[in-house]
């Protein structure tokens, strides 16, 4: 595909359940390669209040009838329905200067991030519709009143502002936890790229995938909506820090408490480890990662690399390297396939750029590229906002403020010499909180000193050295299990991070009462509370019959000598303090020989389990085992063993059972104290058997 004269559309919103145009004719759009129109944006006229309040009221009312799994299944199927389509947003990411390359990282990384999301949430977060967190506090001597944590989902809209260099991932990073924690959304993109996310978010939404009210577009600027927010709303906002300053400074923010999320630019550096000398394959790696970090999005990444930290002794064959590389970077028409790097967003963001470099050559030299001529292989140097990879070098880092503070947003990076390791981590510092650093050693020390050091200013650090050359998923790219975000300079916010992300839509409340009447608020057994005395052996319960407190009390069992003998020879653990009396005594924690842990734990299911072939289908763990109290040879075990939390899956015919499984001896005190964790069939007998 090549570059071709686009019809320019009007980008409309989608608000308040239909789609709207502004009432302007609306800004131009330009292509990036080219500067032909794209597309027209507006969204004069638009009432935020309205469209905030159907959010709350609608969709937000709408989604939380859904729980985890189901929202997390609704992820899923999005992503499998957006991967089907994705050469068309492939065609109009290329508009936005983006190579396919680049495009992959923001589409395909985008839908990658709805997968993970979905993936992890059905794995990690039970199927309820309200989480709990933590353990339970006893808060009396009797364990009459306990406190548990709870997290709700936030009853207001989360609006996401996001910047123009992702329109896709920027997007869906930012609505997965949302739509996971059940918090409905209304996106607005940043304008020069809004139609790639006004595409993206038509197909969402001609899916009929997610309940209604529950996304929103805002196609143009954000007018008058902050000043709708309430308390019960949330805000992100990934950009520039100054816009990002004057939003969490909103009248409406600071008086409502509204929660503020930023995520802005940063001066991410990257160090190259004293050990990393030219020839290593850590100083290969280096300069490999740098290049491609400068390159691609053509530096248009809040993660990329613009501060290069490298032992003095080492720059000039690192600048030689870099150049060198940088130079072969095939510079043109993001949509050619040997394109390797495409133009700069816009003409103005190029202009942006090229005076951002005028600011740093007061403390800087440029040691390669020149600003002011293009060189392209393809494409149209005029009129295209194309800038070649801009390479300074500044002696003396320590002494400069600029080359610390001024971000270029664009292939530009200065390299700063160091003479030793704890030079190099302040000089790391020097950006006052970034998104994310790297270290490039195969030296533990080195490693362990540079990640330590810089850690506190970081939202993540990289280590790579040979044996993860080939592996490491990169210094810039943010990933959905890991946090993304950074202290200071970088906004302060923290994104994704798996399971932490959902949180943060999500409100914490301390609950406090008698463990019967917390069981009943959080749906999980609290000890505590009474159990239910059931007729039948709880593991004869399908999940259909069976309930939170469903309880079995054993009968006792002795364990003797012989016991704890022939557990020995036969498992091959002889340790002294189940063999030997006087070593045992001699030992603080025993009165002489002791029964093997996993010996109790054996005999608890031994004491627990229906043997018959029923609905338990498997016992698939434990969590949380702890030995208590020793017993001894004599001692007689018991076990209370309490349905403690059912999570059926929506997608397969069984579920997860949590038991809470006391071990008492005959004083009744507790011996051993876990979890146990089966599959359990959601109907029993299975219907193809009772048919039968
Ligand atoms: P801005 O901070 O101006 O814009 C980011 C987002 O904020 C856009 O969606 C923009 O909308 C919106 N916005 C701007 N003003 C307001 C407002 N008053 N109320 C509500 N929303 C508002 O960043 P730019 O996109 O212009 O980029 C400028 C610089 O920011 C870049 O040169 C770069 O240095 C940095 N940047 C950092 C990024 C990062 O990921 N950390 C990403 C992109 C840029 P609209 O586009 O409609 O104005």
Redesign the pocket.
Known sequence: MTLSAQTPRRLESFVSGRWTAGQRDGKPLLNAANGQTVALIDASGLDYGAALEWGRKVGGKNLRKYSFHERAAMLKALAQALMEQKEAFYAESFLTGATRTDGWIDIEGGFGTLFAYSSKARRELPNTRILTEGDVEVLSRDNTFAAQHILTPMEGVAVH?????FPVWGMLEKIAPTLIAGMPCLV?????TAYLTELVVRRILETGILPEGTLQLVS???GDM?DHLTGEDVLT????A???Q??RGHPKVVSESVRFTM????LNSSVLGTDAAPGTPEFDFFVKEVAREMTTKAG?K?TAIRRVIAPRAHTDALIEALSARLGKTVIGDPALENTRMGPLASLD?RE?VRDRIKDLCAEAEIVAGNPDEVSVASGDADKGAFLNPVLLHCAKPLDGTAIHDV?A?GPVATVMPYDDIEEAVELAKRGKGSLVASVFTNDPKVAEEVVIGMAPLHGRVLIGNRDSAKTSTGHGSPLPMLVHGGPGRAGGGEEMGGMRGVKHYMQRTAVQGTPRLLSAVTGRWIAGASGLDTPVHPFRKSLAELNIGDQLITKSREVTLADIEHFATFTGDTFYAHMDEESARANPFFEGRVAHGYLIVSFAAGLFVDPAPGPVLANYGVDNLRFLTPVNPGDELKVQLTAKEINPRITADYGEVRWDCCVTNQNDEVVAQYDVLTMVAKTWPQVAQAAE
Not at 263 to 266: C, G, K, L, P, V
């Open positions: 502002i996001n910047a123009f260099n607005k993109p940043a304008s020069q143009g600027s954000a902050l906002f990934t950009g520039s100054s816009t990002g004057m939003l995520e802005a630019d940063s248009q809040c963001q942006e971000e947003f």
